[in-house]
């Protein structure tokens, strides 16, 4: 039985993720971490029956408690970093949903695992579709220099662009065998041909209604190639979550990008 610790336990991911492990034999919630909610039932948190997991203020309150084998992180971007030290120099094992780290930190974070012996992956998206659509955008920029990213995602989302769309970018830019043309558009209004991310351009929508989408759009001569993946239920991260949980424990290291536990 692998223990897991839900940190940001009654947010919009904490609560979907409390959610999946009720209904999982070889995966336990025996902790919870969301300083809103401290001393709250995490089931009830989440909108379930009572687990008997009561929802701690901070990961140190938790571990003192009892520490688990596995942290899944879905905080935000201003404290994932620290939240990730924490866990690992516990020698806790980490899964992180959480937005936010750069390349310097998730190299830092790489030298704490393998002083601790503690494993991390770090996913900017669990669902198994959007890992997909990542591994054919990757594929075509070989072929087809010329593309654009286009991201969609609920209004409260913390952080722009998202993090798919960014790693999706650093896929396809590393795949490229020929440099696109040159964009001579001269933008009359700051910011109205998007930003730049690895030489790809990548634009951010941010609305009520949306849950998370991303379209890619590659230009040929005569021809246009879409690639769109949607996400229209927090439900379809939580088979990848659950394979996290069961996979980080026997790979060790941090990993970057769910796609490396599907081999």
Known sequence: MIRVLVNGAAGRMGSEVVRALAAEKDLQLTGAV??????EDAGEAAGIAANGVKIMGSLEDAFAAEKPDVVVDFTSPAIIFENAKKVLQAGVHIVIGTTGL?????????????????????????????VLMMEI??????????????????????????GTAKLTAEKMAKARTEMPEEDKTTESIAGARG??????????????GYVAHQEVLFGGFGEILTVRHDSLDRKSFMPGVMLAC?????????????????D
């Not at 969301?34 to 001393?39: A, F, L, R, T, V």
């Open 246 to 262: 069961r996979k980080v424990v026997s790979v060790p290291g941090v990993t970057y990008g769910l796609e490396n536990y599907l």
């Open 195 to 208: 930003a730049k991310y690895d030489g790809i351009t990548i634009h951010s929508v941010r609305l009520p």
């Open 137 to 162: 955008c990757e594929k075509v920029s070989r072929y087809l220099p010329n593309a654009e990213i286009i991201e969609l995602h609920h209004n409260k989302k913390y952080d722009a662009p998202s």
């Open 102 to 130: 750069t390349a310097e930190q998730r190299e830092e974070l790489g030298r704490i695992a393998e002083q601790t012996g503690a494993h991390a992956l770090i996913a900017p998206n669990f669902s198994l579709g959007a």
């Open 34 to 39: 969301d300083p809103n909610h401290c001393g």
